[in-house]
């Protein structure tokens, strides 16, 4: 639910990350944060967060808030989650789930995955479903990861193969990308971002908008 602070004229929206464990989503929120920080310096307000298992997975969230750009006269500020994709932390995943604006699907490319991540986006409808909500009224932007792995001749799923198994019936904006090298993990982001301001903008003008107001 995108909140409204009326004292500090800011409008934040959170965009969440989600897909199977080792999809990319960490990566993705990596280049994310170094590109702006490159750029936006002064804009950035808070560090990137994340709190790692003994591994290299990812057991709670980070997140990345950037202000960017204004709405009808307040501050954005984007609040960006990844959510950890190992089935163990369904609590935790569905915890970041709370207030969601905004969703990317970061599917992971290599054949052998094929089955987690139509496993990964059932759990999403279903964690989207205890909190009311749906695929049909939250956007989605979907990422193909993990394209550069072809030029090793690493089996990938073909991408008619991905549009089929995961956006038959939504029909999302969706990209091929390689969090690794940036392929393409901006322009999701803006997508995902864009798609998300105008569903926010769609609630906060109708009558039952669900934007809430603080700081009156
Ligand atoms: N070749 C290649 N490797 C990638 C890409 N994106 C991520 N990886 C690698 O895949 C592994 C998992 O990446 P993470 O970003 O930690 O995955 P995650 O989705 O955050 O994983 P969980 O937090 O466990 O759900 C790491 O070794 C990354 O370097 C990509 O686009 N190409
Ligand atoms: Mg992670």
Redesign the pocket.
Known sequence: MAVINLKEKIIQVKIV?Y????????????YIYNKLQEKLKDKMTNKLISINTKG????FFDFLPVELGKIHGLDLKLQIY?????LI?DVTRKLVLKGVDGLVF?A??LLVRREANLENLEILKKNLAYYNSSLEEIPIAFQW?????AE?G?PLLDIDTLETDLNAVLKAPSFP?????G?NVLKTLKMAAKLTIQSVIKKLVLPEGRAKAIGS
């Open positions: 990350y897909g199977p464990g080792r999809s990319g989503k960490t990566t993705n929120l990596v290299d997975r990812t057991l990844t959510t950890p994709g190992q932390y970061t992971d490319s990861n993990k394209r550069d792995l090793d690493v990308a390689s969090a690794l090298n392929y």
